[in-house]
């Protein structure tokens, strides 16, 4: 079964500092793997995507996650965060059921900006 | 465009009371639909899917069930209603048959008393 682990539920950056959100993944198979953003009380927004293609994937808001295999690690990162960027970020791996598609979710890394 | 919708935004009912959640796509058809429960601070839960009208699948057993009338229509209900169904509810699409992102409703807010 797919799977991924968020390693950190909670981090906290100060405004204009670079962003690290850490994630690693099971898969039996080449995955697909997402970042989904979640601000309060609203649903979830696509930040990037990786569906077997460039191993760097370049999403919106300035966020980029890199796929390494050998590490099967899927990390967020963004060079200078800003004070919006405060949210719920979810890892994501997807896994085929019967002609639907399974999103399965990490537990979610909340991000903190410090003025 | 597509567009998904989903109400009501919040709502408070008490222990045995009936749910229902409604969710609407607009701008595509045949789509996948998804029902997700999200506890407090915890990820999210798949509850049921379904690839047509009529066909629902179920991830997990629970208090709730969920219905597709109409193609683009999907419904989450309860015929009563337990503490434990508090949470945040999310109804997504995808196009079927095609692997990718799912796109979310803004969702909807159950607390049970």
């Known amino acids: 079964a797919q799977s991924v682990t968020q390693l950190d539920s909670h981090v906290s950056v100060s405004e204009g500092t670079p962003v690290l959100l850490r994630c690693n993944y099971s898969?039996?198979?080449?995955?697909?793997l997402f970042w989904y953003v979640q601000h309060p009380n609203k649903g979830l927004q696509l930040l990037l995507k990786?569906?077997?293609?460039?191993?760097l994937v370049k999403g919106i808001n300035g966020f980029e996650a890199e796929f390494k295999k050998s590490e099967t690690s899927f990390h967020l990162t963004k060079p200078s965060a800003h004070m919006s960027d405060a949210a719920e970020y979810f890892c994501?791996?997807?896994?085929?059921?019967?002609?639907?598609?399974?999103?399965?979710f990490g537990q979610g890394t909340r991000l903190t900006i410090n003025p | 465009s597509q567009t998904i919708h989903q109400w009501p935004a919040t709502l408070v009912q008490p222990v045995g009371s009936p749910l229902s959640l409604e969710c609407t796509v607009e701008?595509?058809?045949?789509?996948?639909l998804y029902w997700y429960r999200q506890a407090a601070g915890r990820g999210l839960q798949l509850l049921f899917y379904?690839?047509?009208?009529?066909?629902i699948s179920s991830e997990v057993p629970q208090n709730l069930s969920a219905s597709r009338p109409q193609d683009r229509q999907f419904i989450l209900s309860s015929k009563k209603l337990l503490l434990s169904d508090s949470g945040f509810y999310l109804c997504?699409?995808?196009?079927?048959?095609?692997?990718?992102?799912?796109?979310f409703g803004e969702g909807s807010r159950l607390t049970v008393l």
């Open positions: 997504a699409w995808n196009r079927a048959r095609i692997t990718g992102e799912l796109f």
């Open positions: 379904s690839v047509g009208i009529g066909q």
């Open positions: 898969s039996s198979y080449s995955p697909s």
């Open positions: 994501v791996v997807s896994d085929r059921i019967q002609g639907a598609q399974k999103l399965v």
């Open positions: 701008g595509t058809s045949n789509p996948n």
């Open positions: 990786y569906t077997s293609a460039a191993t």
